[in-house]
């Protein structure tokens, strides 16, 4: 498996996500409105078939360049995705490689951020191997 292909194709059935949803409060990646955007998000993961076990969104004062989001949320979060026997964690923002490997040590799954997930969504319906090449290429 690639790390761009981050759903062998049995979990893209089967697979149970849950969708974190960052609501920055202030700078560069602020949301206006976050339930939208968790609906929005929730919209991104039914488009491959991911089997959603669980949502949240939640302030964010800041972004920590460790994990994105702070360690009372990593935490807090640790049960849930436990619980729920969780296979892929979508973080609806831009995470760096960094942040992802941390998230995943955290929570002993698999992370992906948005852009990840629409390029997933892209591969998914590339037609053509020159659609999948791009795809590829822009991952």
Same mark, same amino acid.
């Given at each position: 498996?690639?790390?761009?292909?981050?759903?062998?194709?049995?979990?893209?059935?089967?697979?149970?996500?849950?969708?974190?949803?960052?609501?920055?409060?202030?700078?560069?990646?602020?949301?206006?409105?976050?339930?939208?955007?968790?609906?929005?998000? #929730? $919209?991104?993961? %039914?488009?491959?078939?991911?089997? @959603? /076990?669980?949502? !949240?969104?939640?302030?964010?004062?800041?972004?920590? &360049?460790?994990?994105?989001?702070? #360690? $009372?949320?990593? %935490?807090?979060?640790?049960?849930? @995705? /436990?619980?729920? !026997?969780?296979?892929?964690?979508?973080?609806?923002? &831009?995470?760096?490689?960094?942040?992802?490997?941390?998230? %995943?040590?955290?929570?002993?799954?698999?992370?992906?951020?948005?852009?990840?997930?629409?390029?997933?969504?892209?591969?998914?319906?590339?037609?053509?191997?020159?659609?999948?090449?791009?795809?590829?290429?822009?991952?």
């Amino acid at each position: 498996m690639k790390d761009t292909d981050f759903l062998a194709p049995e979990h893209k059935s089967s697979g149970a996500v849950f969708i974190v949803c960052p609501y920055i409060v202030k700078g560069v990646h602020r949301i206006i409105d976050p339930e939208a955007r968790l609906e929005e998000a #929730k $919209g991104l993961a %039914e488009a491959i078939r991911l089997n @959603i /076990k669980g949502a !949240e969104f939640f302030k964010q004062h800041l972004i920590r &360049p460790a994990t994105y989001i702070s #360690k $009372g949320h990593v %935490e807090d979060l640790t049960g849930p @995705i /436990k619980a729920l !026997e969780i296979n892929v964690v979508f973080i609806d923002a &831009p995470i760096s490689p960094v942040q992802q490997r941390n998230l %995943e040590k955290a929570w002993n799954t698999k992370v992906i951020d948005r852009t990840g997930l629409i390029l997933e969504i892209f591969g998914d319906r590339a037609r053509t191997a020159e659609g999948r090449l791009q795809v590829e290429l822009a991952a």
